[in-house]
């Protein structure tokens, strides 16, 4: 899954493709590069950003959804807003991505019961602004695991059906860098959900952090792809579903060494 971010304050790549014409051009490199599926969102979920109206997120997401899908793409919309949900299915979106798993807007499950259509549910413990006093553990795995199966629940409850959903265990979000690498260590726990699992921890932080002296800033985020590859291992072994990840190429070759070694094995 290539990010085809429409937003001027991503933490990675935010305003670099804000424009719709730049957005497109992106997403179709992406295509070439061997993304299956181009995730288009127009708000950044950054730890501390604060979120567009409805209008200016419309404005952002809906030209680019719609011309990536006339040109073949199949597109994921990344939004917590039924309404823009909604708009970007009628324009050609056919996957519905949701960080919040439906909580932040409670008339999302009835935009997507009764349509078959995708519905990635991420775990979510609140908005960015807030989200990292939420980082509060026992056993995050555990905890996560717990969560995710009690919102399948609720929104099976709402109308879809198990075979529509997509579960994301949400690095990076109310997450504490031990948080994240104690998910990854025990994602095939996540998988044994039963549901397909989507991982993203693409250019996050907690991978900006390795070998860097404590109290040193973490590395920037372009410089975080070969820390995200090997996550892309990782995440193939455990049996993902599949990795959301800036840069496409790399993570390509990445799960192509997996299936090559496991079709050797």
Request: net charge negative; aromatic share 4%; hydrophobic share 45%.
């Amino acid at each position: 899954m290539g990010v085809v971010n429409v937003t001027p304050d991503s933490f990675s790549d935010g305003g670099r493709w804000f424009e719709p014409g730049a957005a497109v051009e992106h997403g179709l490199e992406l295509l070439e590069q061997g993304a299956d599926l181009l995730d288009v969102g127009g708000e950044s979920t950054r730890p501390g950003a604060q979120r567009p109206d409805e209008a200016e997120e419309l404005r952002r997401v809906i030209p680019v959804v719609r011309e990536l899908a006339a040109q073949g793409a199949r597109v994921s919309v990344d939004t917590m807003r039924a309404s823009v949900a909604g708009a970007a299915l009628e324009a050609g979106a056919s996957i519905v991505n949701d960080v919040s798993g439906g909580l932040a807007d409670p008339d999302m499950p009835a935009v997507l019961a009764g349509t078959g259509v995708p519905f990635i549910a991420m775990h979510w413990r609140g908005h960015s602004a807030q989200m990292q006093q939420r980082a509060q553990y026992d056993d995050v795995v555990a905890e996560v695991r717990a969560e995710l199966g009690e919102r399948v629940e609720q929104l099976l409850a709402r109308g879809l059906r198990r075979e529509q959903l997509v579960l994301d265990p949400g690095f990076g979000f109310a997450k504490l860098p031990a948080h994240n690498w104690a998910l990854l260590a025990h994602l095939e726990l996540v998988v044994a959900l039963g549901l397909p699992v989507l991982v993203g921890t693409s250019r996050k932080t907690f991978l900006g952090r390795l070998g860097v002296p404590e109290g040193a800033d973490p590395r920037p985020p372009l410089e975080r792809d070969a820390a995200t590859c090997a996550t892309t291992v990782l995440a193939a072994q455990a049996g993902a579903w599949a990795v959301r990840v800036h840069d496409v190429a790399s993570s390509v070759a990445a799960v192509q060494v997996v299936a090559a070694t496991e079709g050797a094995r």
